[in-house]
């Protein structure tokens, strides 16, 4: 029995070694990113009123100090979500890439069969 196109592509996924996005480990690193973009942002903004706040120059320099470790926060947070976000995205294209290539194969396969026979006849 011939196996059918959507149960050749499952199977090709599982050869690929392609984790499934329903694990939940990458969707709470997405979150992470996204929280820690946020609280970056909010770190830096607060950091920024407390400076304007206050003319004593120690704390100045405190909420500088801290104004950048919101921004590094963020700046690590964006990487994370870039990273996972990008990873669930290009984790598809590939399969999907993977399920186009094996259709063109075998429609060309199916025309050269088709072809070899059509010559065949003819002689």
Known sequence: MTESRA????????DLKIPDPAAGRARLWLRTGIALMAAGLVLALSAYFLSHGTKNPLTQRDAITLALGGVATSVVGSAIFLRYSLTEFLRFWLAR????????????????????DIVSATR
Do not use: Y
């Open 97 to 116: 890439q993977s399920h186009d290539l094996a259709l063109l194969g075998d429609r060309l396969a199916e025309k050269e069969i088709h072809d070899d």
């Open 7 to 14: 149960d050749r592509f499952v199977r090709e996924l599982t």
